[in-house]
């Protein structure tokens, strides 16, 4: 008699764990879309605005998501995927406005950027003859205003503030009371208003020099004050971030403090040092105020920091819209060339602070 063999049961493939229970791939993008139709079908019963829209649509999405995921999947993907829509949509309401400004900007700018607008000192011209006032646009003077101003503020902040922070970070103990003085001091110095740096400088140098002592300096020294605890902040969390380690191992070999701060933690947190100062030098070179307050502004072209007004880009921009010529639709387009001008020398710094860092930064961060 034979014995019976165990009956085959054939088995089809196993679920995975790790899939089930999941919304599709591409929930998320579908659920948003269906969102935006709703709200886009709401608001057309009670009257569009495209604003309301992308803020219902914004709301919906998030109720959506929620309850799709609570009823798929489990609670806690559920509020995992709820924050992470939350996230998302902070992220994009706030380059909302960096990308409507950016188009604006780019959109009336770029009609009056031109070879001749960049090259040549703009200003406004009478003929006695003909009793007409000519209007030549140009924004060299602003420009080299602008570099010139900036540039000085930048040689008196940067060594101030990369010093400051060294010795913050090496030298300064934490309950010590100079180190406790001067952080507080650079805490109270990153809430300056911007008006008050330029009223700062104007006071100071009309009581060196007297009164209307306008100069591309004093307004250099301006922008020194907002630049300073910039510098100091972003130095001091890059050289805090440099290992110890590093530090003890100079020690170690008997290298001294002052060489081991200049040849190890420096060149460690190089690139650091350098965003943080091109970020202190992006915070201070569109300042209107203090520069108005302490340069004034000119159509004359000056490349004098020490006499006389100076143009900026900026206050360019500013006094374009604030006190136009004769012809007002040429000075609200060299105002908004003055302002593309200004973000392009932004990015452009940008750009060369990104290949400073690059070239050097340690080789092995590269």
């Keep these: 008699m034979t014995a019976l063999s165990p009956r085959t049961v054939e088995k089809g493939p196993v679920p995975n764990s790790l899939t089930t229970g999941q919304l599709p791939r591409f929930a998320e993008l579908y659920i948003f879309g269906a969102s935006a139709v709703v709200s886009g079908v709401l608001l057309m019963l009670i009257g569009f ?31 995992d995927r709820l924050v992470r829509g939350l ?32 090259t040549q000192s703009g200003g406004s011209a009478f003929n006695p003859d003909t009793l007409e006032v000519t209007n030549t646009p140009g924004a060299l003077q602003a420009i080299v205003g602008t570099l010139i101003i900036t540039g000085i503020a930048t040689l008196i902040s940067v060594p101030i503030g990369l010093f400051t922070s060294i010795y913050l970070v090496e ?6 009371w100079l180190s406790r003085t001067v952080t507080f001091l650079v805490d109270v110095m990153t ?21 209307k002592a306008f100069s591309g300096f004093s307004a250099s020294v301006a922008l020194s004050v907002l630049m300073i605890p910039t510098v100091v902040r972003a130095c001091e969390e890059m050289l805090r971030l440099v290992p110890h380690d590093l530090r003890e191992a100079s020690y170690a070999l008997g290298v001294s403090k002052f060489a081991t701060i200049v040849r190890i933690v420096l060149p460690t947190a190089i690139a650091g040092i350098v965003t943080g100062i091109m970020l202190a030098i992006a915070r201070v070179i569109g300042e209107t105020a203090p520069i108005f307050m302490a340069a004034s502004f000119t159509d004359n072209f000056n490349s004098n920091p020490f006499e006389g007004p100076m143009q900026t880009l900026p206050v360019m921009a500013y006094t374009g819209f604030a006190f136009p010529g004769t012809d007002i639709t040429a000075s609200n387009n060299s105002a908004w060339g003055a302002a593309l001008l200004l973000v392009i020398l932004v990015v452009i710094l940008n750009l060369i602070a990104r290949v400073i860092a690059k070239v050097f930064a340690p080789k092995g961060s590269r």
Excluded: M
């Design 49 to 79: 605005d495209v604003i309301g829209w992308l803020v219902l649509s914004a709301v919906v999405y998030l109720v959506l998501l929620g309850i799709l995921s609570s009823l798929v999947e489990n609670r806690r993907k559920a509020i």
């Design 87 to 118: 996230v998302t949509v902070a992220f994009l309401l706030a380059i909302i406005p960096l990308v409507s400004t950016l188009f604006t900007v780019v959109s009336k700018g770029i009609g009056a950027l031109s070879f001749q607008f960049i």
């Design 171 to 176: 030298y300064g103990r934490s309950g010590q």
């Design 191 to 211: 809430g300056i208003p911007s008006i008050v740096a330029g009223l700062f400088a104007f006071s100071l140098f009309t009581i060196i020099l007297g009164p």
